[in-house]
DNA sequence: AAGAGCAACAACCGCCTTGAT
DNA sequence: TATCAAGGCGGTTGTTGCTCT
């Protein structure tokens, strides 16, 4: 193992190797020269082409960023439905999952999934330990209450760790429905808010089908984890 | 107007797998 | 069968641009 190690990395330390963002140049070398000769044996092909980056950086460029069929754009509410959905089946199986989206690539649906997705999954989680807090609080509080007032009997009083246990998921209310967030008036920790200004977020939440999501989101969240 | 904070995304890194010899 | 080179994959980091104060 330490030989494939050492064999990928003198590969690409046998000629100095630049690094950091690509220039236009570079693209456009890479670009005419798979055009003219095809994609081929990475490392030889960047020596051939007289690019100083590794062979894997040119396949990275090329396969994420310069390849005709690379779909640009934000991700469609109907792409996020899939990527959800075969997350749930198949976890970060990124290229797997990227090969049921033509034109996305699996680093795009992994930026898209830890940047948009999973921070709407913490959140959920925040939401979930806060409100458990409060719940267990006023929980006790009532206790307290009934015990002082009422000098109850040990059989009646709440085990608050009991209803502890009872609580919903994340953003699913007890009646089934969603809970609100009544600042947006939006299901909390679903996909992409527009909560801010951001002009990245294609959701269109007048339109936006919240039922669909509701098994997946169920999906995702309790099969993850 | 400037800079701090944040989100999004491009690119790199290390490990694993595969195919050729 | 063992070894090596290259490709593939998932995780992580660095950069950039936008928003807010």
Redesign the pocket.
């Known amino acids: 193992?330490d030989?494939?190690?050492?064999?990928?990395?003198?590969?690409s330390q046998d000629v100095e190797v630049?690094?950091?963002?690509?220039t236009m140049e570079e693209d456009l070398i890479l670009i005419n020269y798979i055009a003219n000769h095809g994609e081929?044996?990475?490392?030889?092909?960047a020596k051939a082409a007289g690019l100083k980056?590794?062979?894997?950086?040119c396949?990275?460029?090329w396969?994420?960023?310069l390849r005709p069929d690379v779909r640009?754009g934000?991700i469609t509410p109907e792409e996020q439905l899939i990527i959800m959905e075969l997350h749930a089946k198949w976890g970060?199986?990124?290229?797997?999952i990227a090969k049921h989206l033509p034109g996305r690539t699996?680093?795009?649906i992994?930026?898209?999934w830890?940047?948009?997705i999973q921070?709407h999954i913490r959140q959920a989680d925040q939401h979930q330990s806060n409100n458990m807090i409060h719940r267990q609080n006023s929980e006790m509080m009532i206790i307290n209450n009934q015990a002082s007032t009422s000098q109850a009997s040990a059989c009646n009083t709440v085990d608050a760790m009991e209803i502890s246990n009872t609580y919903s998921p994340p953003f699913i209310s007890h009646q089934g429905s969603y809970n609100i967030d009544h600042q947006t008036n939006y299901p909390l920790a679903l996909p992409?808010t527009t909560t801010?200004?951001?002009?990245?977020?294609n959701i269109d939440h007048q339109n936006y089908n919240w039922s669909a999501m509701e098994d997946l989101w169920s999906m995702q969240l309790f099969n993850s984890d």
């Open positions: 193992m030989n494939k190690k050492a064999s990928n990395i003198n590969s630049r690094k950091g963002p690509w081929g044996v990475w490392n030889s092909l980056r590794t062979g894997k950086s396949r990275l460029r396969l994420n960023y640009r934000n970060n199986r990124w290229s797997k699996d680093n795009e992994k930026n898209y830890r940047t948009r921070k992409p801010s200004t951001t002009s990245s977020s």
